[in-house]
């Protein structure tokens, strides 16, 4: 097994959780990407649906346990913005499913770069998202697949604007006849208002932390495919990002409803939800954290878990053992429920 003792310096991780991480580390970090994809079945699973009532196409990739599974059931995972399904995004999900394979885990894809448009909506749509601080058209098609997939059970994960997509899924779920038994959302925006201008600014700062994170998480497959990354990547990502359903959802990140968005989400649904976030946060604030879900704990009890990462930025994900170790613990696969951190 990999020592990931470093993991309880951010939280109480769980030690179940934190040694079936390590486990899955100490072989997946022996191969190639290319190797483990095939393990995966990245190429088989990795498909673009159409439900038949949404002009929006979306890109998934399923990864499906070995051993018999609860076909009603879903983990569904929702990528950070302008994030396609590529090759840094499916190590992720590799690294999280390997650690507990004991349900299906779904990852959804968001309009990207040039040439990567699943899960982009209309014109008329994006307008609408833009002025109502709306998400719902970017999660109705996946609902609508899930409820043509006959999956009536799921737990709804996300990082980053993945989070607040998270939300906006459980709170409109029940329409879709699908009952939301858990929701981890980590490091969440639309916690305080930043405006257009200062938003940018703030992803932008976070760009800093990320090789230390990458390095952190000592994966050779990992870092073989962010070595990568290069000043062409990253102006695609930024083109990308220039999309009109991209902007629509900047000014929904861009204004402060995460809480409220929670509320709506307890009400319509018995969901059980774990919010993390970095003290270092560059996107979701300590001291504003701190108080939204002490709000919240107050109101739902036990219902609201708060997990409070010592000294993490919001590019902590890219350590794909920490953003594992988070995603388990919100989804309690351990001995114990998510964690409440003083």
């Known amino acids: 097994?990999?020592?990931?003792?470093?993991?309880?310096?951010?939280?109480?991780?769980?030690?179940?959780?934190?040694?079936?991480?390590?486990?899955?580390?100490?072989?997946?970090?022996?191969?190639?990407?290319?190797?483990?994809?095939?393990?995966?079945?990245?190429?088989?699973?990795?498909?673009?649906?159409?439900?038949?009532?949404?002009?929006?196409?979306?890109?998934?990739?399923?990864?499906?346990?070995?051993?018999?599974?609860?076909?009603?059931?879903?983990?569904?995972?929702?990528?950070?913005?302008?994030?396609?399904?590529?090759?840094?995004?499916?190590?992720?999900?590799?690294?999280?499913f390997g650690s507990d394979p004991s349900q299906r885990l779904m990852l959804v894809g968001n309009p990207s770069s040039p040439g990567h448009d699943m899960g982009k909506i209309t014109a008329k749509e994006a307008f609408g998202s833009y002025w109502n601080h709306d998400l719902k058209a970017f999660v109705e098609p996946l609902l609508e697949h899930l409820y043509d997939s006959n999956i009536t059970d799921t737990a709804h994960l996300g990082y980053s604007y993945g989070a607040n997509k998270a939300v906006t899924a459980t709170v409109h779920s029940q329409q879709y006849d699908q009952y939301v038994d858990k929701g981890v959302y980590a490091e969440p925006a639309a916690v305080v208002s930043l405006g257009l201008i200062r938003l940018p600014a703030r992803f932008a700062w976070t760009n800093r932390k990320v090789k230390g994170y990458i390095k952190q998480a000592e994966s050779a497959p990992y870092s073989q495919i962010r070595g990568k990354d290069n000043l062409g990547s990253l102006a695609s990502y930024i083109v990308g990002l220039m999309r009109l359903s991209n902007i629509a959802i900047a000014s929904n990140l861009a204004h402060e409803h995460f809480e409220e968005a929670t509320i709506e989400a307890l009400d319509s649904q018995p969901t059980e939800m774990t919010i993390a976030w970095g003290s270092k946060s560059e996107l979701a604030p300590d001291v504003p954290m701190q108080f939204l879900t002490g709000r919240l704990i107050a109101s739902y009890g036990k219902r609201v878990q708060a997990l409070r990462l010592k000294g993490m930025h919001h590019a902590g994900a890219n350590d794909i053992n920490l953003h594992a170790a988070i995603m388990l613990q919100g989804l309690g696969v351990g001995k114990k429920p998510g964690t409440i951190t003083d």
């Open 1 to 96: 097994m990999k020592s990931l003792e470093y993991l309880h310096g951010y939280a109480d991780f769980d030690p179940v959780i934190v040694q079936a991480i390590g486990e899955t580390a100490a072989w997946q970090d022996q191969k190639t990407f290319e190797e483990l994809a095939a393990l995966y079945r990245v190429d088989e699973n990795l498909r673009t649906v159409q439900p038949k009532h949404s002009k929006n196409p979306i890109e998934i990739l399923t990864f499906v346990p070995r051993d018999d599974f609860d076909e009603s059931a879903m983990r569904v995972y929702h990528l950070p913005m302008g994030c396609s399904l590529d090759e840094n995004m499916i190590m992720n999900g590799m690294r999280l």
